[in-house]
């Protein structure tokens, strides 16, 4: 059973530290935007959406004084660009955006499989085969990481997995999430399904690796 749980997916990191936990409840056919996050061309937003003074790095923002082509963005494409703290342009994934906004704030459940309860691994392997096609993912995480072809931090690109552990000072992989861009990455944490930063405290120092599954012929598979 310890092994089970060591090997299972699990994050139990406090819900206090979590960043953009306070989720509106989502109406059928409506996007809904996360508390205090809104769009304002002046300001720079934490993850919070706290509002801080502009700055010339502030580059996820649209240019407001040549407004040309605004209206082929849309808000989903805003919001997730300020979450993301990337440039609007950049929101292209429109099936990524899509099953983040139908997930986000999903509450956790050990072994869940669905949205009235889902743990890490089994959120990763439902947006991977939604929104890439890959559908032979393992059902843990620990069985993700070794399976997957394992590639360096400075090479992650959208998609591709980042693996933590999460039980005292062993580093055997029991949590996983599916990284963005800007060190983000989207995963279902105790406080449910959330965008994190890989560069807060306690996922920097319980990281394990990064995987890539998109295009990688499965161990698992090549045995059948």
Not at 114 to 121: L, M, W
Not at 195 to 204: F, P, R, T, W
């Amino acid at each position: 059973m310890v092994a089970l749980v060591a090997s299972a997916c699990s994050s139990t990191k406090p819900a206090s530290s979590s960043s953009a936990q306070n989720n509106s409840p989502k109406q059928s056919g409506s996007i809904q935007f996360l508390n205090n996050v809104s769009i304002h061309p002046e300001s720079h937003y934490d993850e919070t959406g706290s509002a801080k003074p502009s700055s010339a790095s502030s580059y996820y923002h649209y240019n407001f004084s040549n407004p040309s082509g605004i209206e082929n963005y849309s808000p989903l494409q805003f919001k997730y660009a300020i979450l993301l703290d990337a440039a609007v342009e950049e929101m292209s994934n429109q099936r990524l955006l899509a099953f983040m906004e139908e997930w986000y704030g999903a509450k956790y459940h050990f072994g869940g499989t669905a949205k009235d309860g889902i743990d890490c691994s089994a959120f990763v392997s439902t947006l991977m085969s939604d929104v890439y096609g890959v559908n032979n993912l393992p059902r843990m995480s620990k069985d993700q990481y070794e399976a997957c072809r394992k590639i360096k931090r400075d090479d992650l690109q959208e998609g591709d997995l980042v693996f933590f552990h999460t039980y005292g000072k062993r580093r055997t992989v029991t949590h996983v999430g599916v990284y963005l861009r800007n060190n983000k990455f989207v995963h279902a944490s105790v406080s449910g399904v959330m965008i994190s930063s890989m560069e807060d405290g306690y996922y920097a120092s319980h990281f394990v690796g990064a995987a890539r599954a998109l295009n990688t012929s499965f161990k698992d598979a090549a045995a059948n």
